[in-house]
């Protein structure tokens, strides 16, 4: 072949790219145009519905987002290894399907992944830019998700670079504390939970997952599992599903009817952790202290005034220092919900001692506390080594 032929050969490749990219793109403008034009339009229409999705349903949750539907989950009696396994092939599929996606769509859809200890595999749906979503474009975003699952195609060099991305995103929150404080809150909390949950559970499975982990995975047995779950997007019956799919809800639902009482023998467990806290001397963890995200899912008056958006302490000496000291964030692990309290400033960080008062106060406001979720624990983490 000639020097002139390969690169006549290469512009028509060139040519049919681009005009197969230009059809995509006049196949979604008009409808992403419609979906933000439906914003305050009037109510939302079947056609902005996720629910006859065969890949997804909508997640309940605040955001525009969804939950995957079509993999299949571990089974409850399936062992460490296979949970193991099913977190990491999910997380490297949401991360490369979703940046997929992001390019075929022309950077319409862009969806941010998230794999939570429940199984679940979890997208949100980012407004950038002008490009403003909402409950329409949510619903188109996922249909062309569900459509570009069943023809996608692992390929070599992005599978690599998926899996580079993950490493380096997990490694980083080893060290985030050094530029941000407050960033190494969350990997505390996470090691805290290595010493509540027992090896072999889920959520300790989940934790425990390192960036390692994720080096050891081979293209091979990757695109063989996914292939598995692929089989099912590409069924002709709409109304089967993998069979451990059916009633998850992604979250644990803020509807359900919350259960309480009085706790007035409510006592503060410690956690000796040999382990540097990133930053944090220890770390107060108070289980089902959060129903829902915002100030009114906490439930007690007390507990309100230490987390954002509102930190207006009580008329009482005690709790305006901790206020002044600590804060909150919420996490959920599988169906557990933690009101992780820790220092604000690194140069003011709370001793353990001072944690320890501060776990105090808050068990003797819970015990005075009417309504108090029977599962409620105070746990104090304290980090003895520290760098």
Not at 151 to 177: E, G, N
Request: glycine content about 4%; hydrophobic content about 35%; some cysteine.
């Amino acid at each position: 072949m000639s020097f002139r032929s390969a690169i006549q050969r290469r512009v028509f490749y060139i040519d049919i790219r681009t005009v197969l990219r230009l059809l995509v793109l006049s196949w979604i403008a008009p409808s992403i145009a419609t979906a933000q034009g439906h914003v305050g339009a009037g109510p939302v229409t079947e056609a902005c519905s996720v629910q006859d999705n065969k890949a997804f349903q909508r997640r309940l949750a605040p955001g525009h987002e969804i939950t995957a539907r079509f993999i299949s989950k571990p089974l409850p009696n399936d062992g460490a290894d296979k949970m193991k396994k099913y977190f990491i092939y999910s997380r490297i599929l949401g991360r490369y399907a979703s940046r997929q996606l992001y390019n075929y769509s022309l950077r319409r859809c862009s969806f941010g992944p998230e794999v939570a200890a429940s199984f679940d595999l979890h997208f949100e749906l980012y407004s950038v830019g002008n490009n403003v979503h909402n409950e329409c474009s949510l619903s188109y975003c996922a249909r062309l998700f569900s459509s570009f699952l069943e023809s996608m195609v692992i390929d070599k060099a992005s599978f690599a670079s998926t899996v580079d991305a993950i490493t380096k995103s997990i490694r980083d929150t080893d060290s985030a504390h050094l530029r941000n404080f407050r960033l190494g809150v969350p990997r505390a909390a996470r090691e805290a939970y290595r010493h509540i949950y027992r090896s072999g559970t889920q959520e300790r499975t989940f934790i425990e997952i390192s960036a390692d982990d994720f080096h050891a995975v081979t293209l091979e047995e990757f695109v063989g599992w996914f292939s598995a779950q692929q089989g099912f997007l590409r069924s002709d019956s709409r109304s089967s599903a993998p069979p451990q799919q059916l009633g998850s809800a992604g979250t644990p639902s803020s509807n359900e009817a919350i259960s309480c009482e009085a706790s007035p023998k409510l006592n503060v467990n410690e956690l000796n952790i040999d382990h540097d806290g990133w930053g944090q001397n220890a770390l107060i963890l108070i289980k089902d202290g959060f129903k829902e995200s915002g100030l009114s899912g906490i439930t007690n008056r007390e507990l309100r005034a230490l987390c954002p958006p509102s930190e207006v302490a009580p008329d009482d000496e005690r709790w305006q220092e901790m206020a002044s000291k600590i804060s909150c964030i919420r996490e959920t692990v599988n169906q557990d919900r933690w009101l992780v309290l820790f220092s604000k400033k690194e140069a003011q960080a709370a001793t353990a001692s001072d944690m320890r008062r501060y776990a105090d106060t808050i068990v003797q406001a819970l015990r005075e506390d009417k309504c108090v979720r029977p599962n409620t624990q105070v746990l104090l983490a304290i980090f003895s080594r520290q760098k």
